[in-house]
C-alpha cells in the first residue's frame, strides 16, 4: 500500500516562508510592505507565498481604509485549527484535538493592561472592551478610545445586547485621556487611527486589526445593523485568541 500524502495544510504551512508569514499575521493585519521588511524578502516573493495562503483559505485581506490604494492581510486563525487539528487526526485518531473546555479566564489570567484604539470610539473599539471585559470576568484592564470621538452609536448598544452584554450609560473617550499611561497592548481597530496613534510608555505590544466602520454600511441605522452584526462577531471569534497569548506570553514571564 503505497504511502498517503500529507494533507495539503502541512505542505502549504511546512514552507519556511509561508510560516514566517503566518507567524507575522497571526499577531496582527499587515500590508505587504511590512512583511516584506520584517522577513527581509522581496516584495514578488512575498505576494506569491500570501497568494498561495490565500488560495488554501487562510487569509483573506482588506482594503486599507486609510490608503485605498494598500489593502492588510488577516489570518483565519480558526481556519488555522480547524486544518491542522485535521492533519493531525489523519496521522492518528488519538491527536484529534477535543473540545476545548469553556473559558475560565477570570481565574488564569495575569493583570494586564490592553487599550482598544478607533477613530470614533463609538462602536469597533467599544464592542471589543465590553468583550474582554465580559470574557475575562474583569481580571484584564481594558479601556478604548478614539482619534476622534462621536456618541455610542445605537447599533453598537443593540448588537452587544444581543451577546448578553448592557453598553448602555458608556461613553466615547479621546485617545489623549490615555497619554502617558502604560499599558501591555494596544490594539488599533481602524485603519487611520493607525497613522495616528501617539506612542505610549513602556513599549507596549502594538497590534493591528483592520476592521472596517460598519457605521458607513448604509444610510439608516437598519440598514447598517448586519455590519454591526458582522464586526461583533468577528471581534468575538479574535478575542479569546488575543486572550489566549496573553495568557501564554504572561505565564512564560513568571
Not at 44 to 62: E, I, P, Q, W
Request: glycine share 8%.
Amino acid at each position: 500500500m503505497p504511502n498517503p500524502a500529507p494533507p495539503t495544510v502541512l505542505r502549504t504551512v511546512g514552507h519556511p516562508l509561508r510560516w514566517g508569514l503566518l507567524s507575522e499575521l497571526a499577531r496582527s493585519d499587515r500590508r505587504v510592505r511590512e512583511l516584506c521588511d520584517l522577513l527581509g524578502q522581496p516584495q514578488s516573493l512575498v505576494s506569491y507565498h500570501l497568494g498561495r495562503l490565500r488560495a488554501d483559505g487562510l487569509l483573506s485581506t482588506r482594503r486599507s481604509a486609510a490608503d485605498g490604494r494598500d489593502s492588510y492581510y488577516t489570518l483565519d486563525l480558526a481556519r488555522c485549527g480547524e486544518l491542522l487539528a485535521v492533519a493531525a487526526g489523519a496521522l492518528h485518531p488519538g491527536l484529534r484535538a477535543a473540545a476545548p473546555p469553556g473559558p475560565a479566564w477570570e481565574k488564569s489570567l495575569p493583570r494586564v493592561r490592553i487599550l482598544f484604539l478607533c477613530t470614533g470610539n463609538s462602536a469597533r473599539s467599544q464592542i471589543a472592551e465590553a468583550l474582554v471585559e465580559h470574557l475575562t470576568g474583569g481580571a484584564i484592564e481594558v479601556a478604548s478610545a478614539g482619534s476622534h470621538p462621536k456618541p455610542l452609536h445605537p447599533n453598537a448598544v443593540r448588537v452587544m445586547r444581543d451577546h448578553g452584554i448592557d453598553l448602555r450609560g458608556r461613553r466615547s473617550k479621546h485617545l489623549d485621556e490615555f497619554a502617558g499611561q502604560p499599558f501591555d497592548r494596544v490594539i488599533s481597530l481602524c485603519d487611520r487611527v493607525r497613522e495616528v496613534c501617539p506612542e505610549f510608555p513602556g513599549r507596549p505590544d502594538l497590534i493591528h486589526w483592520s476592521i472596517p466602520d460598519p457605521a458607513r454600511e448604509g444610510d439608516t441605522d437598519e440598514e447598517s445593523y448586519p455590519a454591526f452584526e458582522r464586526t461583533a462577531a468577528e471581534l468575538a471569534a479574535r478575542i479569546p485568541f488575543l486572550l489566549a497569548l496573553i495568557e501564554h506570553t504572561e505565564s512564560t514571564r513568571r
